[in-house]
């Protein structure tokens, strides 16, 4: 086995980048579909695009202008990757900075350990890369969720939270008389939240107190700006936990309707409805039934 790439200070990157990585490892899930069912049908269905150009032995060289068209609407897990992109380099308004939830945590953690590190033609995934934008962002917010609950820090979550080489980690702990435990070394959450607000490239997590719950019209506003539109009503339903019949009782909204709506299907733009929608998630007004509107006007047939 090859010795994995030490963490390196982190390169400039984007959610943009983030998610269409997340692009190649749905193609790489598509790719095991393929190789351990034989039905190519399914895994077009799994992806929303044509797979003609593919085989198990063949990328095709412009396979990430194909993949481009592979809808993220469609994966629960591109909002969690867009939430995680939020809380691990602590970007975007406050309400964007805390939506990465313990249950976020959960799956995210499933999705590094077990999808697919491999894809069509052996092309490696991002997840293959731990320096790979998606990697280092999703580790990142796992190491973030580690300290937030006490759990020890690896050499490679401290580099990543601190914006440093593991080298340096390694010298800066040794300088100060820090010692690890255990295989991969570990140094305790108690030790490591002061050792990290003592280096200049940390960022604290942002922690919301009463007053800045996610009842405020205001914050939800940037989500409709950084995700489509199901999966922004998506997060704002988990973030008041509710499900799709709750919402349509408390915004008084036919179920069939909504529905349609979540689900990506034709429904009709009913501005009444729309704006108790908005309410009842707390959402700015106009913005949401903006949104809602625009999203609905494009899913008409032509």
Same mark, same amino acid.
Request: charged letters at 25%.
């Given at each position: 086995m090859e010795p994995r790439n030490l963490?390196?200070?982190?390169?400039?990157?984007?959610?943009?980048?983030?998610?269409?990585?997340?692009?190649?490892?749905?193609?790489? +899930?598509?790719?095991?579909?393929?190789?351990?069912?034989?039905e190519v049908e399914l895994a077009e269905a799994y992806l929303g695009?044509?797979?003609?150009?593919?085989?198990?032995?063949?990328?095709?060289?412009?396979?990430?202008?194909?993949?481009?068209?592979?809808?993220?609407?469609?994966?629960?897990?591109?909002?969690?990757?867009?939430?995680?992109?939020?809380?691990?380099?602590?970007?975007?308004?406050?309400?964007?900075?805390?939506?990465?939830?313990?249950?976020?945590w959960n799956d995210i953690a499933l999705l590094v350990e077990s999808a697919s590190r491999c894809s069509f033609g052996g092309e490696p995934t991002p997840l293959a890369n731990e320096d790979s934008p998606l990697r280092r962002t999703l580790d990142m917010a796992i190491a973030r969720m580690r300290l937030k609950h006490g759990f020890a820090l690896t050499i490679r979550e401290l580099a990543l939270l601190a914006d440093i080489g593991e080298g340096a980690v390694r010298t800066a702990l040794s300088g100060e008389g820090i010692k690890t435990e255990g295989k991969p070394a570990k140094v305790s959450a108690e030790t490591a939240e002061p050792w990290l607000r003592r280096r200049r490239g940390f960022i604290p997590t942002l922690e919301l107190g009463d007053e800045g719950s996610a009842s405020s019209r205001t914050e939800p506003v940037s989500l409709f700006d950084e995700l489509p539109f199901?999966?922004?009503?998506?997060?704002?339903?988990?973030?008041?936990?509710?499900?799709?019949?709750?919402?349509?009782?408390?915004?008084?909204?036919?179920?069939?309707?909504?529905?349609? +709506? +979540?689900?990506?299907?034709?429904?009709?733009?009913?501005?009444a409805s729309l704006r108790q929608l908005a309410e009842a998630l707390s959402s700015d007004v106009p913005s949401f039934v903006g949104r809602a509107i625009e999203t609905l006007l494009r899913r008409e047939p032509r």
């Open positions: 963490t390196a200070p982190r390169t400039a990157t984007d959610k943009t980048t983030v998610l269409n990585e997340f692009r190649e490892v749905i193609l790489g +899930i598509a790719c095991l579909m393929v190789a351990t069912k034989g695009i044509s797979l003609d150009e593919f085989s198990l032995g063949m990328m095709p060289r412009d396979f990430r202008d194909i993949i481009a068209n592979v809808d993220l609407g469609k994966f629960h897990a591109a909002r969690q990757i867009s939430a995680a992109f939020d809380f691990a380099y602590q970007q975007g308004s406050a309400l964007a900075r805390t939506a990465f939830s313990n249950d976020d199901e999966l922004a009503l998506q997060a704002l339903m988990e973030r008041q936990a509710l499900d799709t019949e709750m919402l349509a009782e408390k915004a008084a909204v036919p179920l069939p309707w909504l529905q349609r +709506i +979540i689900g990506g299907s034709h429904a009709e733009c009913d501005i």
